[in-house]
């Protein structure tokens, strides 16, 4: 199928040192090039787990087929506001979807916290879930960041315009609530997040996370695995 793209650069600036400015709808260049590392911490911990990144591209490409994973948008990144080098292993997509009423009349704040709901806890499971990395100290939390088209701009003539939710939280606390140890309440007053409009950066606006087992659950009709892959 087709898949969706656009990103805005201003965006990447203000979430992610060495962000990337393009999307990627293969799976050959969505994993963050080892010479893209500028710190030896992000170089080993880059070279460690290139196989299992590499597998965790190939898995949302196959198993997610409506999303498009940034080009380089899977890596140990450090996050703009982070002071020293902590290198969160961070997922970025866009989410293709047609236009929905229902969604188009949530403000901005709940339009963020339902795609928060739907993706975030089970993609950072996922990534927990990689070879080693759960284990790894040098790992310092999970990024998760999440792109969709803005209700109301996809309309004849319309410029089309992104809504971004970029989601960190430290991987202490990330690995605690995915154990079920740490309520999402809780959770979410020790995560840190940023929504934009475009590329305005709202801040962090009061958001909500509940269980929604969409990505456990959803298929997309007619989407045919390749022999030998499983979801």
């Given at each position: ?111 963020a916290s339902a795609m928060l709901s739907r993706y975030a806890p089970e993609l950072m499971r996922r990534m927990a879930d990689l070879k080693g990395v759960a284990a ?55 995560a840190q997040w940023m929504v934009f409009d475009g590329e305005q950066n709202l801040g962090k606006p009061a958001l909500q996370l509940w269980e929604d087992p969409f ?17």
């Amino acid at each position: 199928m087709k898949r969706w793209i656009g990103s805005g650069l201003a965006v990447v600036l203000a979430l992610l040192v060495g962000g990337a400015v393009a999307v990627s709808a293969q799976a050959t260049d969505s994993v963050m090039p080892l010479e893209k590392y500028t710190t030896p911490k992000g170089r080993t911990l880059g070279t460690t787990y290139r196989r299992e990144l590499d597998q965790f591209s190939a898995h949302i490409y196959h198993c997610l087929p409506w999303v498009a994973i940034n080009k380089h948008g899977i890596g140990f990144y450090r996050p703009k506001w982070a002071t020293d080098d902590s290198r969160y292993l961070s997922v970025w997509i866009e989410i293709q979807q047609d236009e929905d009423r229902e969604f188009a009349r949530m403000g901005t704040e709940r339009r963020a916290s339902a795609m928060l709901s739907r993706y975030a806890p089970e993609l950072m499971r996922r990534m927990a879930d990689l070879k080693g990395v759960a284990a790894d100290t040098n790992m310092d939390g999970f990024t998760v960041i999440l792109s969709w088209l803005k209700p109301g701009t996809s309309g004849k003539g319309a410029q089309p315009v992104n809504e971004t939710l970029a989601f960190f939280v430290d991987r202490p606390n990330g690995l605690e609530f995915l154990a079920h140890r740490l309520a999402a309440p809780e959770m979410m007053t020790r995560a840190q997040w940023m929504v934009f409009d475009g590329e305005q950066n709202l801040g962090k606006p009061a958001l909500q996370l509940w269980e929604d087992p969409f990505l456990s659950t959803f298929k997309l009709k007619d989407h045919k695995l390749p022999a030998g892959v499983t979801c």
